[in-house]
């Protein structure tokens, strides 16, 4: 039997991965964002799925993939064997998107040994890893503790008055065209925009090919917008891509960094200019 492990890092590499399978404490999760099961999806082996739309959302919320509540993120993560020894590593079909958004989901409950799989599945799939036909989690229970911390999320009014205020560095993960305004908003029925007084910078400008860019060029990145101690809330379209920020902010040492639940999808909809 193998010796249980530690996640050494916020991101784990495929190699990493595949040389720790055995261990009797990991926890392999697919983050992947609507995934869809049919006879051709596929799920590195072991793996359980996250269902960050359903199961680890406020479904009552008018806005997608809303923050849940800590029983219910204890509830759900307990359904899906983890346990506060549990190394988690999770993953995604785009490479980095999605399973970072289930890292800040960890970290937020106040769970530190989660990583995320540089490259997820398709670098998994390049290295011809083990996979098996996609399917729902059948074991056991585990006795996940959730404890929620502060900070780590800002909501509506938090943000508002840090846009009002100048309090915080607000930083736009959405695609420069669309925080520009240069391209019709892709969900349907709401406005053009940005929160006033926030900056860009595109989840993608962190990422190569679905991996992570070097440190040093992700540090530069930030270091053009904002001082490591300044305070920090990414924001996105709906609370995904923000934690691909937060996880770069991370990486390059930044700490007093939040991610706005609802972004842009909640402020378009309740701030009509």
Not at 93 to 121: C, H, M, P, Q, T
Not at 198 to 221: C, P, Y
Not at 266 to 271: A, D, F, K, N
């Amino acid at each position: 039997m193998s010796d249980k492990i530690n996640n050494p890092e916020p991101v784990v590499s495929v190699d990493w991965l595949r040389e720790n399978l055995e261990a009797p404490n990991l926890v392999v999760l697919d983050g992947t964002i609507a995934k869809v099961f049919d006879e051709s999806s596929e799920q590195i082996l072991g793996a359980r799925f996250f269902d960050i739309k359903q199961k680890f959302s406020n479904v009552a919320d008018p806005f997608p993939s809303a923050f849940p509540s800590e029983a219910q993120f204890q509830v759900e993560a307990r359904q899906l064997g983890i346990n506060n020894d549990s190394a988690i590593v999770v993953y995604d079909d785009k490479g980095i998107y999605s399973s970072a958004r289930v890292w800040w989901l960890f970290k937020a409950f106040g769970y530190e040994n989660v990583a995320i799989l540089n490259g997820g599945f398709p670098a998994w799939n390049a290295a011809n890893y083990p996979v098996e036909k996609a399917q729902f989690y059948q074991g056991t229970s585990g006795d996940f503790n959730a404890e929620l911390q502060p900070g780590f999320m800002q909501f509506f009014n938090d943000v508002k008055m840090a846009s009002e205020n100048k309090s915080h560095t607000i930083i736009d993960a959405r695609a420069s065209e669309r925080y520009q305004c240069k391209v019709p908003e892709p969900k349907e029925g709401l406005r053009m925009g940005t929160i006033p007084n926030s900056v860009n910078l595109s989840f993608t400008d962190l990422l190569s090919e679905g991996k992570l860019k070097s440190k040093a060029d992700i540090e530069k990145a930030f270091q053009k917008l904002v001082k490591k101690d300044e305070p920090i809330i990414f924001s996105c379209g709906s609370g995904i891509t923000a934690c691909v920020l937060a996880l770069g902010a991370t990486i390059s040492g930044y700490e007093n960094i939040s991610v706005y639940d609802g972004s842009w999808t909640e402020w378009g909809s309740l701030v009509s200019e």
